[in-house]
Protein backbone atom coordinates (compact mmCIF):
# COMPACT_ATOMS: atom_id res chain seq x y z
CA UNK A 1 0.00 0.00 0.00
CA UNK A 2 1.17 3.57 -1.02
CA UNK A 3 1.02 6.13 2.49
CA UNK A 4 -0.30 8.74 0.51
CA UNK A 5 -0.98 12.20 2.65
CA UNK A 6 -4.54 11.43 2.23
CA UNK A 7 -4.22 7.68 3.41
CA UNK A 8 -2.65 8.70 6.26
CA UNK A 9 -4.99 11.48 7.56
CA UNK A 10 -7.82 9.31 6.82
CA UNK A 11 -9.90 8.86 10.34
CA UNK A 12 -10.95 5.29 11.19
CA UNK A 13 -14.33 5.88 10.74
CA UNK A 14 -13.87 6.19 7.47
CA UNK A 15 -12.95 3.62 6.50
CA UNK A 16 -15.21 0.15 5.89
CA UNK A 17 -15.23 -2.30 8.24
CA UNK A 18 -14.39 -5.10 5.65
CA UNK A 19 -10.79 -3.07 5.47
CA UNK A 20 -10.57 -3.09 9.42
CA UNK A 21 -11.34 -6.56 9.66
CA UNK A 22 -8.69 -7.60 6.60
CA UNK A 23 -6.35 -5.74 8.27
CA UNK A 24 -6.74 -7.56 11.24
CA UNK A 25 -6.70 -10.57 10.07
CA UNK A 26 -3.43 -10.01 8.18
CA UNK A 27 -2.07 -8.47 11.94
CA UNK A 28 -3.32 -12.36 13.51
CA UNK A 29 -1.16 -13.93 10.85
CA UNK A 30 2.43 -12.20 12.54
CA UNK A 31 4.42 -14.37 13.74
CA UNK A 32 5.65 -11.56 16.11
CA UNK A 33 2.94 -11.08 17.75
CA UNK A 34 3.69 -10.50 21.62
CA UNK A 35 2.52 -12.40 24.41
CA UNK A 36 2.60 -9.99 27.17
CA UNK A 37 3.70 -6.99 26.05
CA UNK A 38 0.84 -3.84 25.58
CA UNK A 39 0.71 -4.10 21.40
CA UNK A 40 -1.84 -2.33 19.11
CA UNK A 41 -4.74 -4.39 17.80
CA UNK A 42 -4.23 -2.85 14.37
CA UNK A 43 -1.65 0.10 12.88
CA UNK A 44 1.27 1.81 14.80
CA UNK A 45 1.39 2.36 18.65
CA UNK A 46 3.97 4.81 19.72
CA UNK A 47 4.49 7.00 23.10
CA UNK A 48 2.84 5.98 26.80
CA UNK A 49 0.63 8.74 27.56
CA UNK A 50 -1.88 9.90 30.51
CA UNK A 51 -0.14 6.62 32.38
CA UNK A 52 -1.85 6.94 35.83
CA UNK A 53 -3.96 5.76 38.74
CA UNK A 54 -6.58 6.21 39.31
CA UNK A 55 -10.19 5.01 40.80
CA UNK A 56 -8.67 2.50 41.83
CA UNK A 57 -6.84 1.04 38.33
CA UNK A 58 -3.54 1.91 36.24
CA UNK A 59 -4.78 3.77 33.20
CA UNK A 60 -2.13 4.02 30.18
CA UNK A 61 -2.77 5.31 26.90
CA UNK A 62 -0.93 5.28 24.02
CA UNK A 63 -0.73 6.87 20.26
CA UNK A 64 -2.33 5.43 18.40
CA UNK A 65 -2.82 5.20 14.02
CA UNK A 66 -4.95 2.54 13.60
CA UNK A 67 -5.16 1.76 9.68
CA UNK A 68 -1.40 0.22 9.29
CA UNK A 69 2.58 0.43 10.67
CA UNK A 70 3.52 4.28 9.51
CA UNK A 71 2.84 7.82 11.30
CA UNK A 72 -0.57 9.09 10.31
CA UNK A 73 -3.38 10.58 11.95
CA UNK A 74 -3.07 9.93 16.12
CA UNK A 75 -5.51 8.83 18.77
CA UNK A 76 -5.08 8.14 22.35
CA UNK A 77 -5.75 4.42 22.78
CA UNK A 78 -7.02 3.68 26.66
CA UNK A 79 -5.99 0.59 28.27
CA UNK A 80 -6.52 -0.23 31.99
CA UNK A 81 -4.61 -2.67 34.78
CA UNK A 82 -5.41 -3.52 38.46
CA UNK A 83 -2.17 -4.90 38.49
CA UNK A 84 0.52 -3.11 36.21
CA UNK A 85 0.42 -7.00 34.06
CA UNK A 86 -2.89 -8.21 33.10
CA UNK A 87 -3.86 -5.26 30.81
CA UNK A 88 -7.20 -4.49 29.54
CA UNK A 89 -7.64 -2.96 25.87
CA UNK A 90 -10.85 -0.21 26.51
CA UNK A 91 -10.67 1.42 22.72
CA UNK A 92 -10.15 5.07 22.01
CA UNK A 93 -10.01 7.55 23.88
CA UNK A 94 -9.11 10.60 22.41
CA UNK A 95 -10.34 11.26 18.62
CA UNK A 96 -8.66 13.82 16.52
CA UNK A 97 -11.48 15.72 15.45
CA UNK A 98 -11.35 19.08 16.48
CA UNK A 99 -10.58 22.09 14.85
CA UNK A 100 -7.16 22.33 17.75
CA UNK A 101 -6.34 18.85 17.44
CA UNK A 102 -7.33 17.85 13.51
CA UNK A 103 -4.10 16.17 12.79
CA UNK A 104 -3.34 14.27 15.76
CA UNK A 105 -3.80 13.63 19.24
CA UNK A 106 -0.23 13.75 20.41
CA UNK A 107 1.09 12.76 23.25
CA UNK A 108 0.65 13.94 26.63
CA UNK A 109 -0.26 12.83 30.22
CA UNK A 110 -2.78 12.27 33.03
CA UNK A 111 -3.48 13.65 36.54
CA UNK A 112 -6.50 13.45 38.89
CA UNK A 113 -8.52 16.89 39.71
CA UNK A 114 -11.56 17.26 41.56
CA UNK A 115 -12.36 13.29 41.11
CA UNK A 116 -11.52 12.95 37.46
CA UNK A 117 -8.99 12.07 35.26
CA UNK A 118 -7.48 15.13 33.57
CA UNK A 119 -5.96 14.28 30.43
CA UNK A 120 -3.32 17.12 28.73
CA UNK A 121 -2.24 16.46 25.31
CA UNK A 122 -1.28 18.60 22.67
CA UNK A 123 -3.28 19.49 19.92
CA UNK A 124 -1.54 18.92 16.60
CA UNK A 125 -2.97 20.88 13.53
CA UNK A 126 -1.70 21.79 10.12
CA UNK A 127 -2.46 24.94 7.64
CA UNK A 128 -3.00 24.89 4.13
CA UNK A 129 0.83 24.91 4.17
CA UNK A 130 1.27 22.17 5.88
CA UNK A 131 2.58 23.96 8.63
CA UNK A 132 2.50 22.79 11.94
CA UNK A 133 0.03 25.20 14.77
CA UNK A 134 0.48 23.28 17.91
CA UNK A 135 -2.30 23.44 20.60
CA UNK A 136 -2.09 21.99 24.26
CA UNK A 137 -5.19 20.46 25.01
CA UNK A 138 -7.51 18.89 28.44
CA UNK A 139 -9.88 16.22 28.20
CA UNK A 140 -11.76 14.86 31.33
CA UNK A 141 -12.21 11.42 32.17
CA UNK A 142 -15.18 10.88 34.78
CA UNK A 143 -15.32 7.84 36.97
CA UNK A 144 -17.16 5.75 34.68
CA UNK A 145 -14.65 5.95 32.37
CA UNK A 146 -16.83 8.90 30.26
CA UNK A 147 -14.17 11.04 28.19
CA UNK A 148 -14.83 14.28 27.14
CA UNK A 149 -12.55 16.95 25.42
CA UNK A 150 -13.00 20.84 26.91
CA UNK A 151 -14.36 23.06 24.44
CA UNK A 152 -11.30 25.07 23.95
CA UNK A 153 -7.38 24.43 24.01
CA UNK A 154 -5.65 25.55 27.61
CA UNK A 155 -2.49 26.68 25.94
CA UNK A 156 -2.95 28.16 22.51
CA UNK A 157 -0.03 30.70 21.63
CA UNK A 158 3.37 29.65 21.47
CA UNK A 159 5.81 31.84 23.44
CA UNK A 160 7.80 34.07 22.16
CA UNK A 161 11.65 32.71 21.06
CA UNK A 162 10.17 29.15 20.04
CA UNK A 163 9.30 27.97 17.21
CA UNK A 164 6.30 25.40 16.24
CA UNK A 165 8.04 22.14 17.65
CA UNK A 166 6.07 22.27 21.24
CA UNK A 167 4.29 19.70 22.59
CA UNK A 168 4.26 16.80 24.71
CA UNK A 169 2.76 17.98 28.02
CA UNK A 170 3.72 15.97 31.12
CA UNK A 171 1.71 17.20 34.06
CA UNK A 172 1.93 17.10 38.15
CA UNK A 173 1.36 19.11 41.36
CA UNK A 174 2.70 20.97 43.87
CA UNK A 175 0.72 21.74 46.60
CA UNK A 176 -2.39 24.02 45.10
CA UNK A 177 -0.59 24.50 41.96
CA UNK A 178 -0.01 22.32 38.82
CA UNK A 179 2.41 22.66 36.80
CA UNK A 180 3.50 21.03 33.15
CA UNK A 181 6.52 20.60 31.29
CA UNK A 182 6.58 20.89 27.45
CA UNK A 183 9.18 20.04 25.07
CA UNK A 184 10.06 22.78 23.01
CA UNK A 185 12.63 24.08 20.47
CA UNK A 186 14.28 27.65 20.78
CA UNK A 187 14.28 29.65 16.85
CA UNK A 188 18.24 28.78 17.16
CA UNK A 189 16.95 25.31 16.12
CA UNK A 190 17.75 23.75 19.92
CA UNK A 191 15.88 21.80 22.13
CA UNK A 192 14.50 22.75 25.78
CA UNK A 193 11.81 22.22 28.01
CA UNK A 194 9.47 25.22 28.97
CA UNK A 195 7.74 25.10 32.18
CA UNK A 196 3.80 26.49 32.62
CA UNK A 197 1.60 26.53 36.25
CA UNK A 198 -1.55 26.47 36.55
CA UNK A 199 -4.06 26.85 39.71
CA UNK A 200 -6.86 24.87 38.34
CA UNK A 201 -5.85 22.97 35.44
CA UNK A 202 -7.92 25.54 33.21
CA UNK A 203 -5.53 28.96 33.07
CA UNK A 204 -1.73 28.12 32.47
CA UNK A 205 1.07 30.52 32.82
CA UNK A 206 3.81 30.46 31.32
CA UNK A 207 7.20 30.24 33.56
CA UNK A 208 9.68 29.88 31.10
CA UNK A 209 11.96 27.58 30.18
CA UNK A 210 14.03 25.14 32.66
CA UNK A 211 17.47 26.45 32.76
CA UNK A 212 19.67 23.13 32.14
CA UNK A 213 23.55 23.37 31.59
CA UNK A 214 22.41 21.80 28.00
CA UNK A 215 21.94 24.87 25.96
CA UNK A 216 22.83 23.17 22.37
CA UNK A 217 22.16 19.73 22.55
CA UNK A 218 20.17 18.06 20.12
CA UNK A 219 16.91 19.96 17.86
CA UNK A 220 14.53 19.26 19.44
CA UNK A 221 13.27 17.72 23.04
CA UNK A 222 10.60 15.49 22.74
CA UNK A 223 8.16 14.00 26.10
CA UNK A 224 9.77 15.64 28.89
CA UNK A 225 9.51 14.41 32.42
CA UNK A 226 10.19 15.92 35.99
CA UNK A 227 9.86 14.20 39.31
CA UNK A 228 11.52 14.51 42.49
CA UNK A 229 12.93 11.95 44.88
CA UNK A 230 13.84 12.63 48.22
CA UNK A 231 16.68 15.56 47.84
CA UNK A 232 17.23 15.40 44.26
CA UNK A 233 15.30 16.17 41.05
CA UNK A 234 15.19 14.56 37.87
CA UNK A 235 14.23 15.74 34.30
CA UNK A 236 13.52 12.92 31.67
CA UNK A 237 13.61 13.75 27.80
CA UNK A 238 13.89 12.74 24.57
CA UNK A 239 16.54 14.87 22.68
CA UNK A 240 16.54 14.40 19.04
CA UNK A 241 19.80 15.03 16.85
CA UNK A 242 22.52 13.87 19.34
CA UNK A 243 25.53 12.44 17.09
CA UNK A 244 26.69 9.25 18.01
CA UNK A 245 29.64 9.27 20.72
CA UNK A 246 31.47 5.86 21.90
CA UNK A 247 29.15 3.73 23.12
CA UNK A 248 26.62 6.50 23.28
CA UNK A 249 23.56 7.92 21.27
CA UNK A 250 23.70 5.25 18.52
CA UNK A 251 19.46 4.77 18.02
CA UNK A 252 18.09 7.05 15.44
CA UNK A 253 16.72 9.06 18.70
CA UNK A 254 17.74 9.12 22.47
CA UNK A 255 16.28 9.14 25.68
CA UNK A 256 17.69 9.87 28.95
CA UNK A 257 17.90 12.00 31.95
CA UNK A 258 19.48 14.73 33.97
CA UNK A 259 19.72 14.30 37.66
CA UNK A 260 20.56 16.44 40.17
CA UNK A 261 19.22 19.53 42.91
CA UNK A 262 15.58 20.28 43.04
CA UNK A 263 14.40 22.42 40.34
CA UNK A 264 14.51 25.94 41.52
CA UNK A 265 10.76 27.02 40.82
CA UNK A 266 11.96 31.07 41.50
CA UNK A 267 14.60 31.12 38.59
CA UNK A 268 13.54 27.97 37.03
CA UNK A 269 17.52 26.39 37.31
CA UNK A 270 18.08 22.93 37.25
CA UNK A 271 21.58 22.09 38.82
CA UNK A 272 22.58 18.66 37.27
CA UNK A 273 24.98 15.83 36.19
CA UNK A 274 25.45 14.48 33.02
CA UNK A 275 22.75 12.99 30.32
CA UNK A 276 22.27 9.51 30.65
CA UNK A 277 21.14 6.97 28.63
CA UNK A 278 17.57 5.28 30.15
CA UNK A 279 18.43 2.38 28.05
CA UNK A 280 21.28 1.12 26.07
CA UNK A 281 19.23 -1.55 23.97
CA UNK A 282 18.13 -0.17 20.67
CA UNK A 283 14.30 0.22 20.71
CA UNK A 284 12.99 2.51 23.61
CA UNK A 285 11.83 6.26 23.15
CA UNK A 286 9.44 8.69 24.60
CA UNK A 287 9.09 7.26 28.15
CA UNK A 288 6.76 8.64 30.48
CA UNK A 289 6.42 8.01 34.72
CA UNK A 290 3.97 7.66 37.04
CA UNK A 291 3.34 7.72 41.23
CA UNK A 292 1.28 4.75 42.30
CA UNK A 293 -0.76 4.65 45.08
CA UNK A 294 2.37 2.88 47.11
CA UNK A 295 4.59 6.26 46.40
CA UNK A 296 6.52 4.32 43.78
CA UNK A 297 7.97 6.05 41.05
CA UNK A 298 6.83 3.74 37.85
CA UNK A 299 8.39 4.35 34.52
CA UNK A 300 6.66 2.78 30.88
CA UNK A 301 8.00 3.40 27.24
CA UNK A 302 7.86 3.06 23.84
CA UNK A 303 9.59 0.00 22.78
CA UNK A 304 10.28 1.09 19.04
CA UNK A 305 11.36 4.45 17.30
CA UNK A 306 10.17 6.78 14.84
CA UNK A 307 11.49 6.34 11.15
CA UNK A 308 12.60 3.31 11.20
CA UNK A 309 11.12 0.06 9.06
CA UNK A 310 10.62 -3.13 10.86
CA UNK A 311 9.90 -6.63 9.94
CA UNK A 312 5.95 -6.76 11.46
CA UNK A 313 5.14 -3.56 8.83
CA UNK A 314 4.27 -5.61 6.32
CA UNK A 315 1.92 -7.44 8.84
CA UNK A 316 0.25 -4.02 9.64
CA UNK A 317 0.93 -3.46 12.83
CA UNK A 318 4.15 -1.83 14.64
CA UNK A 319 5.72 -1.58 18.31
CA UNK A 320 4.78 -2.44 21.77
CA UNK A 321 5.29 -0.76 25.26
CA UNK A 322 7.87 -1.39 27.77
CA UNK A 323 7.52 -3.88 30.66
CA UNK A 324 6.86 -1.19 33.79
CA UNK A 325 9.96 -0.54 35.79
CA UNK A 326 10.19 0.79 39.21
CA UNK A 327 12.57 3.60 39.46
CA UNK A 328 14.85 4.21 42.27
CA UNK A 329 17.60 6.34 43.06
CA UNK A 330 21.15 5.55 44.11
CA UNK A 331 23.51 8.06 44.31
CA UNK A 332 23.62 10.09 41.01
CA UNK A 333 22.05 6.90 38.91
CA UNK A 334 18.55 6.22 38.39
CA UNK A 335 17.94 2.01 38.92
CA UNK A 336 15.32 0.63 36.91
CA UNK A 337 13.86 -2.68 38.16
CA UNK A 338 10.85 -4.45 36.66
CA UNK A 339 8.13 -4.11 38.76
CA UNK A 340 7.05 -7.09 41.29
CA UNK A 341 3.54 -7.87 40.20
CA UNK A 342 5.29 -9.52 37.19
CA UNK A 343 6.08 -12.12 38.98
CA UNK A 344 1.99 -13.06 38.17
CA UNK A 345 3.35 -14.05 34.91
CA UNK A 346 5.35 -16.98 36.22
CA UNK A 347 4.24 -20.65 35.84
CA UNK A 348 6.88 -23.67 35.53
CA UNK A 349 10.06 -22.93 36.98
CA UNK A 350 13.40 -24.51 36.34
CA UNK A 351 17.03 -24.03 38.31
CA UNK A 352 20.59 -24.71 37.55
CA UNK A 353 23.96 -24.35 39.03
CA UNK A 354 26.88 -24.99 36.76
CA UNK A 355 30.65 -24.18 36.82
CA UNK A 356 31.41 -23.26 32.83
CA UNK A 357 34.87 -23.60 32.04
CA UNK A 358 36.04 -22.45 28.79
CA UNK A 359 32.83 -23.91 27.15
CA UNK A 360 29.28 -23.58 25.70
CA UNK A 361 26.39 -25.20 27.85
CA UNK A 362 22.80 -26.06 27.35
CA UNK A 363 21.27 -26.40 30.62
CA UNK A 364 18.34 -28.87 30.59
CA UNK A 365 14.70 -27.53 30.77
CA UNK A 366 16.54 -23.83 29.72
CA UNK A 367 14.25 -23.02 26.39
CA UNK A 368 11.78 -21.47 25.39
CA UNK A 369 9.72 -18.62 23.82
CA UNK A 370 8.14 -16.69 26.39
CA UNK A 371 10.11 -16.70 29.85
CA UNK A 372 11.59 -14.47 32.16
CA UNK A 373 15.50 -15.71 33.23
CA UNK A 374 17.12 -14.40 36.10
CA UNK A 375 21.06 -15.45 35.73
CA UNK A 376 23.72 -14.27 38.12
CA UNK A 377 27.55 -15.60 36.79
CA UNK A 378 30.12 -15.22 39.40
CA UNK A 379 33.83 -15.45 40.79
CA UNK A 380 34.96 -14.70 36.79
CA UNK A 381 38.55 -16.04 35.73
CA UNK A 382 36.97 -16.17 32.06
CA UNK A 383 37.42 -13.24 29.76
CA UNK A 384 33.46 -13.24 28.38
CA UNK A 385 30.63 -14.55 29.92
CA UNK A 386 27.28 -14.57 29.16
CA UNK A 387 24.22 -15.92 27.49
CA UNK A 388 22.53 -16.38 24.04
CA UNK A 389 18.72 -16.58 23.60
CA UNK A 390 16.76 -17.64 20.89
CA UNK A 391 19.12 -19.68 19.82
CA UNK A 392 18.26 -21.73 16.60
CA UNK A 393 19.95 -23.39 13.73
CA UNK A 394 21.41 -19.68 12.31
CA UNK A 395 20.02 -17.43 15.00
CA UNK A 396 20.67 -16.53 18.55
CA UNK A 397 20.71 -13.05 20.81
CA UNK A 398 23.66 -12.57 23.03
CA UNK A 399 24.36 -10.76 26.40
CA UNK A 400 27.47 -10.61 27.56
CA UNK A 401 30.43 -9.34 29.48
CA UNK A 402 33.44 -8.12 28.62
CA UNK A 403 36.45 -8.26 31.13
CA UNK A 404 38.79 -6.50 28.97
CA UNK A 405 37.09 -3.98 28.55
CA UNK A 406 34.25 -3.99 31.34
CA UNK A 407 31.39 -3.56 29.28
CA UNK A 408 27.90 -5.22 29.19
CA UNK A 409 27.42 -6.46 24.87
CA UNK A 410 23.72 -7.00 24.07
CA UNK A 411 24.72 -8.25 20.02
CA UNK A 412 21.55 -9.00 17.65
CA UNK A 413 23.54 -9.69 14.64
CA UNK A 414 22.06 -12.84 14.29
CA UNK A 415 18.91 -12.65 16.10
CA UNK A 416 16.43 -13.35 13.17
CA UNK A 417 15.87 -11.43 10.48
CA UNK A 418 17.75 -7.93 10.58
CA UNK A 419 15.98 -4.77 10.22
CA UNK A 420 17.49 -1.16 11.15
CA UNK A 421 21.03 -2.18 10.72
CA UNK A 422 22.31 1.19 9.18
CA UNK A 423 22.37 1.82 13.01
CA UNK A 424 24.43 -1.03 14.08
CA UNK A 425 23.74 -4.07 15.31
CA UNK A 426 25.70 -4.45 18.96
CA UNK A 427 25.07 -2.28 21.97
CA UNK A 428 28.02 -1.76 24.49
CA UNK A 429 28.32 0.11 28.09
CA UNK A 430 30.47 -0.07 30.45
CA UNK A 431 30.07 -1.02 34.14
CA UNK A 432 32.40 -2.04 36.57
CA UNK A 433 31.04 -5.44 38.60
CA UNK A 434 32.72 -8.71 39.49
CA UNK A 435 30.04 -10.16 39.57
CA UNK A 436 27.45 -10.25 36.48
CA UNK A 437 23.15 -10.53 37.36
CA UNK A 438 20.90 -10.69 34.62
CA UNK A 439 17.50 -10.17 35.02
CA UNK A 440 15.76 -11.03 31.52
CA UNK A 441 11.86 -11.05 29.98
CA UNK A 442 11.71 -12.43 26.74
CA UNK A 443 8.53 -12.11 24.97
CA UNK A 444 7.78 -13.82 21.10
CA UNK A 445 9.75 -10.49 19.41
CA UNK A 446 11.50 -8.53 22.16
CA UNK A 447 14.03 -8.71 24.95
CA UNK A 448 14.35 -6.95 27.95
CA UNK A 449 17.70 -7.00 30.30
CA UNK A 450 17.95 -5.65 33.85
CA UNK A 451 21.70 -5.27 34.68
CA UNK A 452 23.22 -5.72 38.02
CA UNK A 453 19.55 -4.72 40.00
CA UNK A 454 18.85 -2.07 37.41
CA UNK A 455 22.38 -0.25 37.11
CA UNK A 456 21.58 -0.68 33.49
CA UNK A 457 18.52 -1.76 30.72
CA UNK A 458 19.01 -2.92 27.42
CA UNK A 459 15.94 -3.32 25.34
CA UNK A 460 15.73 -4.69 21.54
CA UNK A 461 12.85 -6.14 19.28
CA UNK A 462 13.70 -9.49 17.62
CA UNK A 463 12.15 -11.52 14.98
CA UNK A 464 13.67 -14.81 15.36
CA UNK A 465 12.07 -17.91 14.21
CA UNK A 466 9.51 -19.83 16.19
CA UNK A 467 11.41 -22.50 16.78
CA UNK A 468 14.53 -20.80 17.73
CA UNK A 469 13.92 -21.55 21.70
CA UNK A 470 17.58 -22.36 22.64
CA UNK A 471 19.18 -20.97 25.70
CA UNK A 472 23.00 -21.40 26.39
CA UNK A 473 25.69 -20.23 28.46
CA UNK A 474 29.44 -19.83 27.78
CA UNK A 475 32.34 -18.69 29.46
CA UNK A 476 35.51 -18.11 27.01
CA UNK A 477 39.12 -17.89 27.97
CA UNK A 478 38.08 -19.16 31.88
CA UNK A 479 35.81 -19.97 34.38
CA UNK A 480 32.86 -18.74 35.59
CA UNK A 481 30.13 -19.58 37.93
CA UNK A 482 26.51 -19.74 37.22
CA UNK A 483 23.36 -19.49 39.22
CA UNK A 484 20.05 -19.78 37.07
CA UNK A 485 16.03 -19.42 37.09
CA UNK A 486 14.10 -19.70 34.67
CA UNK A 487 9.84 -19.10 34.71
CA UNK A 488 8.09 -19.40 31.47
CA UNK A 489 5.14 -17.60 31.03
CA UNK A 490 2.38 -19.06 29.53
CA UNK A 491 1.30 -17.47 26.12
CA UNK A 492 -1.62 -15.70 25.70
C1 LIG B 1 7.47 11.20 20.15
C2 LIG B 1 6.44 12.03 19.40
C3 LIG B 1 5.91 13.15 20.27
C4 LIG B 1 4.56 13.42 19.67
C5 LIG B 1 4.11 12.04 19.26
C6 LIG B 1 3.27 11.99 18.02
O1 LIG B 1 7.59 9.92 19.62
O2 LIG B 1 7.00 12.57 18.22
O3 LIG B 1 6.74 14.28 20.35
O4 LIG B 1 3.68 14.00 20.56
O5 LIG B 1 5.29 11.28 19.08
O6 LIG B 1 2.78 10.70 17.83
Given at each position: MEWTKERRYT?????EQEEIAELSKTVNESPWRQSYHIQPVTGLLNDPNGFSFFNGEYHLFYQWFPLGPVHGLKYWYHTKSRDLVHWENIGIAIEPKDYFDSHGAYSGSAIEHNGELHLMYTGNTRDENWERHPYQCVAVMDRNGMISKREKPVISTLPK????HFRDPKVWKFGETFYAVIGAQRINETGCVLLYSSPNMSDWKWEGEIKT??????YMWECPDYFEWQEKGVLIFSPQGLPPKGDEYHNIYQSGYILGEKLNFEDRSLIHGDFKELDRGFDFYAPQTMLDSMGRRILIGWMGLPELVYPTDRYGWAHCLTLPREITIQGDQLLQKPVQELALLRSEKVEAKVNIDNNTVEVAGFCGETYELMAEFTEPSALMFGVELRVGEKEKTIIYYDQTSNKVIFDRTYSGEPFATQYGTVRKCHLNASALKLHIFVDVSSVEVFVNDGAEVFTARIFPKKDSTGIRFFAQDGQVNLRATKWTIDKR
Amino acid sequence: MEWTKERRYTRLHEVEQEEIAELSKTVNESPWRQSYHIQPVTGLLNDPNGFSFFNGEYHLFYQWFPLGPVHGLKYWYHTKSRDLVHWENIGIAIEPKDYFDSHGAYSGSAIEHNGELHLMYTGNTRDENWERHPYQCVAVMDRNGMISKREKPVISTLPKGYTAHFRDPKVWKFGETFYAVIGAQRINETGCVLLYSSPNMSDWKWEGEIKTGLTSFGYMWECPDYFEWQEKGVLIFSPQGLPPKGDEYHNIYQSGYILGEKLNFEDRSLIHGDFKELDRGFDFYAPQTMLDSMGRRILIGWMGLPELVYPTDRYGWAHCLTLPREITIQGDQLLQKPVQELALLRSEKVEAKVNIDNNTVEVAGFCGETYELMAEFTEPSALMFGVELRVGEKEKTIIYYDQTSNKVIFDRTYSGEPFATQYGTVRKCHLNASALKLHIFVDVSSVEVFVNDGAEVFTARIFPKKDSTGIRFFAQDGQVNLRATKWTIDKR
